[in-house]
């Protein structure tokens, strides 16, 4: 593994050990070189996937794409970033055991709104917003009302 920090290609694994939700390895890194020291993940994958956006282009799969759309949603909110990790997880498991090597964005887009709605309501409004492509708050309205009509809302 290189070292993100000075590049040398020789780092030594100190400690390994799994991830949280035991869906990777955690390894901590030192580079003799520099002495810096890192942490990195290594997750099993089980297939290549890709994504076919609406335009019709295909994209390779990026889980980390994935979290970072998903931490986004979901900044300042009260939500433990390992329940965050496990929904993120859970799609990826749910999209290689599919067994299709391409899958529609909008495919991927309804797993993480689901994933959202069970963990944080309004993370699920932002990105609910991004992805149906809300142009005004009248778009907002409209599906902030009918989550109120689905919960029992008034």
Known sequence: MRCPFCGNEETQVK???PSE???AIRRRRFCPGCGARFTTFE??????????KKSGRRVPF????????????MRKRPVEPDRAERMISGIVRRLESMGESEIPSDVVGEMVMEGLASLDSVAYIRYASVYRNFR???DFETFVGRLAGVDGGD
């Open 21 to 23: 939700d035991n869906s």
């Open 62 to 73: 990026d889980r980390d794409k994935l979290a970072r759309s998903v931490m986004v949603a």
């Open 43 to 52: 997750r099993v994958q089980l297939r290549e996937i890709s994504i076919i």
């Open 136 to 138: 005004e708050a009248k």
């Open 15 to 17: 400690d390994s050990r």
